[in-house]
């Protein structure tokens, strides 16, 4: 690393889908027309953050979605080309593209390779094509397998894959014949999330769909018991629900947990540099005329959901705790020190010890982490330990 | 013509939704006393609240000049009356501030329980009636049959009464002639020692409280001493005037027959209640009208707020109410539960919920109420007598001689089709059946002796739904009767909570404690750790059940544009928290007392 240069993580949101899916609230679209100008409205906005890149040193770059593994390889080309031209590139740098199963070919992986990806993480969900299709995914479990298989074939050697667990009428059996499936397949990484109901999506609003997810105590058994399964095989639980192969954990995503640097691009994409976090409209509209008049940044607006936010000093600290407590490795307490010049262990005495008393949290060799009970009811522990 | 002989003063009477509110509009319209195109609905209902739920709560009373067909011009003075139960009395004191009533009885629903009351207040004032049949717009009107139920079951003429259409504004003319033709001018002597009536009365942060009186003898000026007989207080007056239906317009003086306000920078309504007599201080009349009594709450319930340190916001908020609403009372209290709040009186669950409301929308208050009780009259082994408002109050069970609990006299209108539902409800609710009378061939009226306890929680909702919103309540306090009485305890986590205890009649305990421990089960958030919920009398516990603990509460992405999002939903959730009472170890929310409350609804 050369002198001044800050290690910093690039997320580019690529925002759109051949369809939205019924349970998803990420900021997609469907009109595929305006992927050439996005790709050059993204690169310009890359372009006018020259200032700042130049002192950086790139360390992960990730394609989120969306579904970037729409987008042409020759634009996704150019953004990458953008960032190298733009920014110093860590040569040992995770470059991470989500795809979706039934998008990827030989051809298109093969480009992925050579521009320099080497991470793919692939949206599987389910393996069960019933629940495929009631989740309204475009693909079905062979045209996954036959994707995996490629991209192995074209030499990708770190993989993740996604699954959704607490599907309307999943039983655990069916999610462990889901899990049983890809430990099979034998990824490097694995993501568990439990579904997320947000109200605003078609499931949010589906009576019948709400009644039939499994209920809280089943959850908890599914977890609890999902977790265990594949830390037997060999994949680590290091975040609330990621779990990996050793050394094989997400570098770009352990950047936001570890309360790293990252600035993105793209509508809806948010950054965290220089304690200023920054979310751009959700409006990929009035993102391409904002770029064309280059005007990279607009003011914060709450109807677009342009925010700008300076964070002080005790909005840091939450944003610490809140992030590293998904972290299996929780909190360091040497490190909350020296970050914040207080004892973690003094501030949060009586709390900690509530918790720790039903062992929700526990102490660890470098400070406290919640188990995996804790984990599963993070939010109330968070919000009953934090200030706002 | 004197100028007496030319006022008419009336009032309009009738069951809820038969459109009282709309004809007054009309009439407003019709003698031009607003203009049509200002007009907003339901001008006399000047409440946010009023005209959602479509109800009077307080009197109002506007003048309104009309040039009738012998070419006179009268004075009108319209003044309106609550049209529910809870503010029976204050109805009364309404309609005898006039010479006449308009009944109006809806054309599709002929005669309902409180057209009954209503009439019956009016016959006891002496008022003149003039039936009005209202909705001949609508298709299922029946005119006739209408007009025929109210000589039958009323008695009194109604062969070519008004047929109308408030909402279309068809043959208003028709009332308004009947008004001049019918009604009597009120007959009382100008240079007699002044006597008025006080029929309602507001605060106002500008004038103090604005008195409505009706003056029944002698005038009344500006700049008068002036005495209230019963509360013995005595005012110089500011200002004295007439109401128009833009507001208040300042006269020099009122004369006997007239209608108008007072003001006198008075401070609080509890000075002038409805009912009281207004006169010259040095120069008092003979007699106060009779019949005046202060408004006495029937139905208590403690009312705290959700956030603890809004204790001196809800007093104050509660002292502004107060201002306005003579039949309001609260008193500080502590509940364990619950921390600080006020023991408030109501006239009846619909003043509470009114109440309640305006706390919450006017003062932006997050309000706790506990369940709503009525005042039981206990006799002591020692012969003491007392009364309890409060059921953490309830003393030990050993040392009560005699329980009593208040009855309401009930008359429930209903078709015949559904009287059996209707009776099995009235038993259900303990109901001591009296006799039947038939309306006519479709529709009984049935008479009951129940407690007012059974009946303040949700009996009308019950009533409705085992009738198809056809059958009508109006009830009356009938004293006091004997009861087998107990206190139900409510157990969180092993720990009585006395803000959700309450009395019962013995032989509903069971199912009630059964209900309260499933709807405290599903209505409690889930804790970190098991709570048993149970109820008990006595410390025996009759039903328990458990509330599981919390075990999944997470967000399961969170990767960088997340987190701003998930920081604001946990800030929400830590704000939720605040809302929280705490029970010992238990975290409730303030919406489970309500819940508590509304527990007889299935």
Not at chain 2, 340 to 360: D, V
Request: hydrophobic share 40%; glycine share 6%.
């Amino acid at each position: 690393m050369q002198k001044n240069q800050k290690p910093l993580g690039i997320y580019v949101h690529v925002p759109f889908c051949v369809h939205k899916c019924a349970y998803c609230d990420f900021y997609s679209v469907t009109d595929m027309e305006l992927m050439r100008e996005y790709t050059s409205a993204v690169v310009a906005h890359i372009r006018s953050k020259k200032k700042f890149l130049k002192n950086a040193l790139v360390e992960t770059i990730y394609f989120g979605g969306g579904t970037p593994s729409l987008l042409p390889v020759a634009q996704l080309e150019r953004i990458l080309n953008a960032i190298y031209s733009t920014a110093a590139v860590a040569p040992n740098a995770e470059i991470t593209l989500e795809a979706n199963p039934g998008t990827l070919t030989s051809k298109n992986l093969s480009a992925y390779k050579k521009m320099g990806i080497n991470r793919l993480s692939i949206g599987l969900q389910s393996a069960d094509d019933e629940e495929l299709s009631a989740l309204s995914r475009i693909h079905t479990r062979a045209e996954f397998e036959n994707s995996f298989m490629l991209a192995r074939m074209e030499g990708f050697d770190n993989i993740n894959v996604d699954l959704i667990y607490a599907l309307p009428k999943q039983t655990k059996a069916k999610l462990f014949s889901n899990i049983d499936y890809v430990i099979s397949m034998n990824p490097e990484h694995i993501s568990l999330y439990g579904l997320t109901i947000e109200p605003e999506t078609p499931f949010g609003k589906n009576k019948e769909i709400l009644s039939a997810i499994p209920d809280e105590d089943e959850q908890y058994e599914m977890y609890m018991s999902a977790c265990k399964r594949l830390e037997e095989c060999g994949y680590f639980q290091y975040e609330i629900s990621n779990f990996a192969k050793k050394d094989c954990g997400c570098k770009h995503n352990l950047k936001y947990w570890m309360n790293k640097e990252y600035i993105s691009f793209g509508p809806a994409a948010a950054s965290f540099v220089e304690n200023t976090e920054y979310t751009y409209a959700r409006d990929i509209e009035l993102y391409l005329s904002n770029l064309k008049n280059e005007k990279a940044i607009r003011q914060p607006d709450e109807e677009t959901g342009e925010t700008e936010h300076v964070l002080d000093e005790e909005e840091l600290e939450t944003r610490f705790v809140m992030l590293h407590f998904r972290l299996r490795a929780g909190i360091n307490t040497g490190e909350y020190q020296q970050k914040f010049g207080l004892s973690f262990e003094k501030i949060y005495e009586d709390k900690l010890e509530k918790y720790m008393k039903d062992k929700f949290i526990v102490r660890t060799e470098h400070g406290f982490r919640l188990t995996r009970r804790g984990m599963l009811i993070s939010n109330t522990i968070l919000s009953d330990i934090l200030e706002f | 013509m004197t100028r007496q002989e030319k006022i008419r003063n009336f009032s309009i009477i009738a069951h809820i939704d038969h459109g009282k509110s709309t004809l007054a509009d009309r009439i407003l319209e019709k003698t031009q006393s607003i203009a049509t195109r200002d007009m907003e609905d339901q001008i006399l209902d000047n409440m946010d609240i009023e005209r959602e739920r479509g109800i009077t709560i307080k009197a109002r009373a506007v003048k309104l000049n009309y040039k009738a067909s012998d070419g006179e011009t009268y004075e009108f003075n319209l003044i309106d009356t609550p049209g529910h139960v809870d503010f029976n009395y204050e109805v009364s004191r309404s309609l005898s501030a006039c010479e006449g009533a308009l009944l109006v009885v809806d054309a599709t629903q002929g005669i309902e329980a409180q057209t009954l009351a209503n009439t019956y207040l009016a016959l006891d004032e002496n008022l003149e009636i003039i039936p009005v049949v209202n909705k001949i717009d609508l298709p299922s009107a029946n005119i006739e049959g209408v007009r025929k139920e109210i000589e039958d079951v009323i008695g009194i003429p109604a062969d070519g009464c008004p047929a109308v259409s408030a909402k279309t504004g068809l043959n208003i003319e028709d009332i308004l002639e009947k008004i001049v033709t019918d009604i009597p001018a009120h007959e009382g002597d100008e240079n007699a020692p002044l006597k008025c009536l006080i029929f309602d009365s507001y605060y106002d942060s500008y004038r103090g409280v604005v008195i409505y009186v009706r003056v029944a003898e002698g005038k009344l000026r500006a700049g008068q001493t002036i005495r209230l007989m019963n509360t013995g207080a005595t005012f110089e007056t500011v200002e004295v005037g007439y109401m128009s239906a833009f507001g208040l317009v300042p006269a020099k003086e009122l004369s006997a027959g007239e209608v108008g306000y007072i003001t006198a920078s008075i401070k609080s309504v509890a000075d002038t209640q409805v009912g009281d007599t207004v006169t010259n201080d040095e120069n008092p009349t003979a007699e106060p009208f009779p019949g005046f009594h202060a408004a006495q709450p029937m139905v208590y319930a403690g009312i705290y707020p959700a956030d603890g340190a809004k204790y001196p916001d809800l007093r104050d908020a509660l002292e502004k109410l107060r201002l306005n609403d003579a039949a309001l009372t609260f008193e500080p209290e502590t509940s364990i539960a619950l921390g600080f709040g006020f023991r408030c009186g109501f006239l009846g669950l619909l003043h509470m919920e009114i109440i309640a409301e305006r706390l919450e929308r006017e003062f932006n208050l997050d309000l706790v109420t506990t369940a709503p009780s009525v005042i039981y009259k206990l006799t002591m082994r020692n012969g003491e007598v007392i009364y309890i408002d409060n059921p953490a109050n309830y003393p030990d069970p050993e040392q009560i001689a005699k329980a009593e609990e208040p009855v309401v006299k009930a008359s429930i209108i209903v078709p015949t089709d559904y009287v059996g539902g209707i009776m099995d409800l009235c038993r259900d609710r303990r109901g001591d059946y009296k006799n039947m009378t038939y309306i006519d061939k479709t529709r009984v009226e049935l008479h009951y002796i129940l407690p007012l306890n059974e009946i303040i929680y949700d009996f009308f909702d019950a009533l409705k739904s085992r009738s198809k919103g056809y059958a009508s309540l109006d009830y009356e306090l009938d004293g006091y009767s004997e009861s087998k009485l107990v206190k139900l305890e409510v157990l969180l986590n092993g720990e009585v909570v006395d803000a959700l205890s309450f009395i019962v009649h013995a032989d509903k305990a069971y199912s009630r404690g059964r209900k309260i421990v499933e709807k405290l089960r599903d209505n409690i958030p889930r804790q970190l750790f098991e709570v048993p919920v149970q109820a008990a009398i006595g410390g025996r516990v009759i039903a328990r059940e458990t509330v599981r603990a919390m075990r999944k509460d997470v967000l399961a992405k969170c990767y960088g544009g997340d987190i701003t999002r998930k920081k604001k939903l946990l800030e929400k959730q830590k704000e939720g928290k605040k809302r929280m009472r705490k029970l010992g170890s238990v975290e409730v929310p303030p919406e489970t007392f309500m819940a508590v409350l509304k527990l007889d609804e299935e």
